[in-house]
């Protein structure tokens, strides 16, 4: 049994800044890549961002520049470092990794921007 657990979401002021995690845990004994996702209200989920074991990384165009994705892969966790946020960001983050070759999600964590 695998688990994914995101923390860090919450509200922000248009400019802020969050930081998400996410920790895997369970039995594990392969992690490829790590990402996350975000779906706002009446939008389909889209990619933010993913970094494989090896750290490269890709972004979706609309957060490049404000978003760093990170891992640390003896704590088997995934971080999202959002600067500059905009209340466009504002969503349900889904933490996704590649776990023993099948892919599993965590629950999500609200991110609301909003002066």
């Known amino acids: 049994q695998v688990q994914l657990v995101e923390s860090g979401g919450g509200l922000v002021q248009p400019g802020g800044s969050l930081r998400l995690s996410c920790a895997a845990s369970?039995?594990?004994?392969?992690?490829?890549?790590m990402g996350w996702y975000r779906q706002a209200p009446g939008k389909e989920r889209e990619l933010v961002a993913h970094?494989?074991?090896?750290?490269?990384?890709n972004y979706a165009d609309s957060v490049k520049g404000r978003f760093t994705i990170s891992r640390n892969n003896a704590k088997n966790t995934v971080y999202l470092q959002m600067n500059s946020l905009k209340p466009e960001d504002t969503a349900v983050y889904y933490c996704?990794?590649?776990?023993?070759?099948?892919?599993?999600w965590g629950q999500g964590t609200q991110v609301t921007v909003s002066s």
């Open positions: 970094i494989t074991r090896d750290g490269n990384t």
């Open positions: 369970g039995s594990i004994f392969s992690i490829n890549v």
């Open positions: 996704n990794a590649a776990i023993n070759f099948q892919t599993s």
